[in-house]
């Protein structure tokens, strides 16, 4: 498999628990943006967005929280599963289109069975 | 059926070869980009068409050229390469280059520069 960077941030939480990923942005003007997974060996899989007039998104199992007042972002796992080990990137999409998006340096999930 | 899909998924060479690494998507997007993902993970965008044009062009040594022969392939060319071109390239997707939609990811090519 990958070898994965010794700067790579990891979460390790229990089967069955909750799991909360942060994310700090960098464009206060960022009016869009992204989580993604990516497991070994894949490419990022798209799991929920927002749009910067929101600042909660749901979806099955999966949370996003957006607080542009300090530029955090953060993704919650309900009822995290081995199959959601994973390295996971939030996104941020400036304004004026042509979709330049910057991601963030990836949070590793390891689920402990 | 995979949506986008790059070939090929390893790619062993040495250090000066000209390679080529090809994207096709068939989800009927209009644009498409290159990423490069780095050792630490660290993803950064190299190049976006739109409908066959050029509208991102990072900071990526002439050495890389992209060609869009039509908006369901790019392909990324590489000439005279070194040992700092070794990453995982990611082609991906997406419907519109002024609106935000989320990206869709080929699996990535693996270069490795000898």
């Known amino acids: 498999g990958e070898s994965v960077g010794l700067h790579l941030p990891t979460l390790s939480v229990q089967e069955g628990d909750n799991s909360i990923i942060n994310c700090a942005y960098s464009?206060?003007?960022?009016?869009?943006f992204i989580w993604y997974k990516q497991e070994s060996g894949k490419g990022p899989q798209f799991i929920i967005d927002i749009r910067s007039n929101m600042d909660k998104r749901q979806g099955q199992r999966v949370t996003v929280l957006l607080n542009k007042t300090v530029k955090h972002l953060s993704l919650q796992i309900a009822a995290t599963q081995p199959g959601d080990s994973a390295v996971y990137f939030c996104a941020e999409n400036p304004p004026g289109g042509y979709q330049k998006v910057t991601f963030g340096t990836g949070t590793k999930l390891q689920v402990i069975p | 059926d995979t949506a986008v899909s790059q070939t090929p998924k390893y790619l062993v060479t040495q250090m000066g070869n000209d390679k080529s690494i090809k994207c096709e998507q068939n989800l009927g997007h209009d644009t498409m980009y290159w990423y490069k993902q780095d050792s630490k993970k660290f993803l950064k965008i190299m190049f976006s068409?739109?409908?066959?044009?050029?509208?991102i062009n990072e900071t990526v040594p002439n050495r890389f050229s992209p060609k869009s022969p039509d908006k369901a392939h790019l392909n990324l060319h590489i000439n005279s390469l070194e040992l700092g071109d070794s990453a995982v390239y990611f082609c991906?997707?997406?419907?519109?280059?002024?609106?935000?939609?989320?990206?869709?990811f080929g699996d990535g090519t693996r270069l490795s520069i000898l």
């Open positions: 068409y739109n409908n066959k044009e050029l509208i």
């Open positions: 464009n206060s003007a960022s009016d869009y």
């Open positions: 991906a997707s997406s419907q519109g280059s002024n609106s935000n939609q989320p990206q869709h």
